[in-house]
């Protein structure tokens, strides 16, 4: 149980260009969904907090009209790089936590790794 | 904010020996202590976790322990195995936010 999802697993894109990346939970109902960001030989930074049905909670330094987020249901979060430069390009990766959970136990997805050109 | 260090960054270690990562934690209101694995291009897997009630946990040859007064947690991995080589991250969390901790690299040498 407690599988998330990602798709795609990797993207190539121009400049300029706008990316979406999907996050699924596939057997459990996800109030709540996260996107961290990864640079290599770095650890997990957290981008957003996505709570179904609601606005995103952008961290810090995060530029919310870059990184769009929806949350649109209980299993499904996207994430959407807009206007896309290179220093956009990064390992993104969600994860989900479960409703019932009284603890921060999340479930992360196999990440999406971009590259802008 | 809370913080987390890890120590070390990297770590050798033969095959069949034991490997121990260590974590301190600045928010004493954190009650939920994931450790998770992570392999080269793939996102982190929770390998075993502690809450702020318990002081040890134990998985086959994984195991955590957590001192809240001292605010450090420690992941130990028993007669270790190449396919143990990856990147090890410590995570403490409030009830609504993971912090993680730098990372660290074990090979397990064959």
């Known amino acids: 149980g407690a599988v998330v999802s990602q798709h795609p697993s990797w993207v190539i894109c121009k400049s300029g260009t706008s990316v979406k990346i999907e996050c699924r939970s596939l057997d459990f109902q996800a109030t709540t969904m996260f996107w961290y960001r990864q640079f290599p030989k770095q650890s997990l930074m957290l981008m957003a907090t996505?709570?179904?049905?609601?606005?995103?909670?952008?961290e810090q330094g995060v530029e919310k009209d870059k990184f769009l987020i929806n949350h649109a249901s209980l299993t499904l979060s996207t994430l959407t790089v807009t206007s896309a430069h290179p220093e956009d390009s990064s390992f993104y990766i969600c994860?989900?936590?479960?409703?019932?959970?009284?603890?921060?136990?999340?479930?992360f997805g196999p990440g999406t790794r971009l590259t802008v050109l | 904010g809370e913080n987390v260090e890890q120590h070390p960054s990297t770590l050798s270690v033969q095959e069949g020996d034991s490997a121990v990562i260590k974590c301190t934690y600045s928010?004493?209101?954190?009650?939920?202590f994931p450790w998770y694995k992570q392999e080269l291009g793939k996102g982190p897997q929770l390998i075993i976790d502690?809450?702020?009630?318990?002081g040890e946990k134990k998985d086959q040859r994984i195991a955590v322990t957590l001192n809240k007064t001292a605010k450090h947690f420690s992941l130990h991995i028993t007669e270790t195995q190449p396919e143990d080589s990856a990147v090890y991250f410590c995570?403490?969390?409030?009830?609504?936010?993971?912090?993680f901790g730098a990372g660290t690299t074990v090979t397990v040498r064959a």
């Open positions: 994860s989900a936590r479960e409703v019932t959970s009284g603890y921060n136990e999340q479930f």
């Open positions: 995570a403490a969390s409030s009830p609504y936010k993971l912090s």
């Open positions: 502690i809450r702020s009630n318990v």
């Open positions: 996505s709570n179904e049905g609601s606005k995103a909670t952008y």
């Open positions: 928010d004493s209101a954190s009650n939920y």
